[in-house]
């Protein structure tokens, strides 16, 4: 590994050892302490992602990003009216607002803004609901962690040592020409190893519940990774932005929770719906 590899790796490993300790601590106090981190999240990757659509388009000014950001994770957070009901008055400003622009394409610039909106928030927002399941919302957001963060360590270290020995074809090369099939099975491994270790040590989980659900992150997560890829490679830059080292910005460092989040908490509403979990 080159020194400038093992410098960034450093960092990561640094950065890793004090941000997943605050964290967990966050997620398990709950309440304003959680919201605290899940809105200071939405927005900076707001600020990130209007800096990416504004290579294509012309959106409003960014306080007015940050500003809708805000308001959608306070309603997350104390549930005053439906989400859908804030996007849909998000749409209704933005398209008064093209009225009197004059730049770029109304089409591009409104509909780039409400996918960032929509995707950050929504991503963010599903957190927070998930966290508010009841007694159980932080063995949720745990085990949603938990197996994110092990399926990264897992198919980075696989992808490295074994990528390309068994499978010469790589994974999604168009968009990510580094991973690799092997990264992708270490992946799932490392996403059911820990939601293992999670459902071992919480008895708020079901084990086979929990197995599932780490499989169900290991088989989907590396989407996460490539939709964010594809914003990036379509703005022509390497990382969302330089804020956390060795890691890029927020949408690199979260784009497979923000991907899983909300999938997640369709997967349990659902499943509580028809069985009671």
Known sequence: MAETGIS????????????IPVIVWLTWMGGVFFFSLILLLALLASYEFYRLLSVRAFPPALPW?????????LNFFVQVTEPWLLFLVILM???VMELFRTAGSRIVNIGSSMTALLYVNTA??????IRNFESTGFSYVLLLF????SADIMAYF???????????????????PHKTWEGFFA?????????????????????????FTGL??????????????????????KDSSSLIPGHGGVLDRFDTVMFISPLLYLYLFFARSLSGL
């Open 124 to 129: 963010f927002g599903s957190l927070m609901l």
């Open 93 to 95: 400003v933005f398209l």
């Open 158 to 176: 696989g992808g490295s040592r074994l990528g390309g020995k068994f499978f010469k074809r790589k994974f999604f090369e168009r968009l990510s």
């Open 65 to 73: 990003f940050l500003f809708f950001s805000l308001i959608l994770q």
């Open 216 to 237: 169900f992150i290991g088989l989907l997560s590396p989407l996460g990774d490539l939709i964010e890829s594809m914003f990036k490679r379509d703005a022509e830059v």
């Open 146 to 149: 938990v197996c994110i963060w």
């Open 8 to 19: 960034n790796l450093l960092k990561r490993i640094a950065v890793a050892l004090i941000g």
């Open 187 to 211: 992946g799932c491994a490392g996403s059911v190893l820990g939601s293992a270790v999670v459902a071992y040590f919480d008895s708020a989980l079901h084990t086979v519940f929990a197995l």
